[in-house]
């Protein structure tokens, strides 16, 4: 008589959890991706809010005063050539 081994698959409960802590994972690599993605979008909104509030006097009609040297420059009648 020739000895023939019968192949089976048994699923253990270990083989299971494996499985679970896979989809957990992904969860969480998931999870980490979109706080990473509403993170940068709240830098950059603060961002650009605080840029939009210094962008300069020429957007409020504001004057701007230079320093003593600039005025000098501008009040001197410039000389033809």
């Known amino acids: 008589m020739i000895p023939t081994v019968e192949s089976s698959v ?3 409960h270990e083989a299971v ?3 679970e802590d896979g989809g957990d994972q992904a969860k969480v690599i998931v999870g980490v ?4 993605i509403i993170a940068a ?3 950059s909104g603060i961002y650009w ?3 939009r ?3 300069g ?3 409020t009609n504001e004057k701007e005063e230079g320093t003593s040297e600039e005025k000098k ?4 009648p410039i000389n033809s050539v």
């Not at 991706?33 to 990473?36: A, E, Q, R, W």
């Not at 420059?73 to 001197?76: C, H, T, V």
């Open 57 to 59: 006097t020429w957007t």
């Open 41 to 43: 979008a709240l830098v």
């Open 10 to 12: 048994v699923v253990t």
């Open 33 to 36: 991706v979109v706080g990473l």
């Open 49 to 51: 809010i605080f840029m």
């Open 53 to 55: 509030s210094r962008q």
């Open 73 to 76: 420059e501008l009040e001197e």
């Open 17 to 19: 959890e494996v499985e």
